[in-house]
């Protein structure tokens, strides 16, 4: 099994920044993609960010230029770097580790950016 535990989410102004940080347990294997994700109040959960094993990463183009995704695969660590928040940043953000098929998630961390 995999253990996912997110931390650094909480309310922010709108301009500002937080990190989020998501420590990953368990079954775990070097070659993976983890990521963010996240829901919005009345939206399904959307992909943030990724990156994979090997450094490559991937991000929606409404967080382009704005957040960076980091990991350490020796601590087991998946970061998001989050600048220039805006309101509509606003939702639970959920750390994701998959492996193939196998997806796991964190509980999710509320962010909260107001104008």
């Known amino acids: 099994q995999v253990r996912l535990v997110e931390s650094g989410g909480g309310l922010v102004q709108a301009g500002g920044s937080l990190r989020l940080s998501c420590a990953v347990s368990?079954?775990?294997?070097?070659?993976?993609?983890m990521g963010w994700y996240r829901q919005a109040p009345g939206k399904q959960r959307a992909e943030v960010a990724t990156?994979?094993?090997?450094?490559?990463?991937n991000y929606a183009d409404s967080v382009k230029g704005r957040f960076t995704i980091s990991r350490d695969n020796a601590n087991n660590t998946v970061n998001l770097q989050m600048d220039s928040l805006k309101p509509e940043d606003t939702a639970v953000y959920y750390c994701?580790?998959?492996?193939?098929?196998?997806?796991?998630w964190g509980q999710g961390t509320q962010v909260t950016v107001s104008s």
């Open positions: 994701n580790y998959r492996r193939g098929l196998a997806w796991y």
């Open positions: 990156i994979s094993s090997g450094g490559r990463t």
């Open positions: 368990g079954s775990i294997f070097s070659t993976s993609v």
